[in-house]
């Protein structure tokens, strides 16, 4: 473990709690809005769902720019990969949703 790993660890675990909290926060506020007012607008369900969807790749985001600082090829072309996926799976649900 090399000393600037304790560092990254508490930027991620920093990155990870808010975003949790935030999406926690966005669903449980639309939720109650959704259960006084049923016909508002779902926009802050949809944003915590978001939030919580791209949390992880916050997390791969912050893990690839620490690995370019540190000039760890291999660990940055390996993240990078995870993200092209991440990225991936989101427009393939985006381009190939259907509603039933």
């Known amino acids: ?3 600037g790993d304790s560092q ?26 959704a259960l006084v007012q049923p016909q508002s607008s779902p926009v802050l369900l949809n944003v915590g769902i978001l939030l919580l969807i791209a949390t992880p790749a916050a997390r791969v985001v ?6 370019a600082i ?16 991440l990225i991936a799976g989101a427009v393939a649900a985006l381009v190939f949703h259907r509603k039933i």
Request: proline letters at 2%; hydrophobic letters at 55%.
């Open 70 to 85: 540190a000039k760890d090829r291999t660990f940055l072309i390996l993240t990078s990969i995870v993200l092209f996926e």
């Open 62 to 67: 912050l893990s690839m720019v620490e690995y």
């Open 8 to 33: 990254l660890e508490l930027m991620i675990g920093r990155v990870l709690r808010l975003g949790v909290l935030t999406s926690t926060a966005c669903l449980a506020i639309g939720l109650l809005l």
């Open 1 to 3: 473990m090399k000393p």
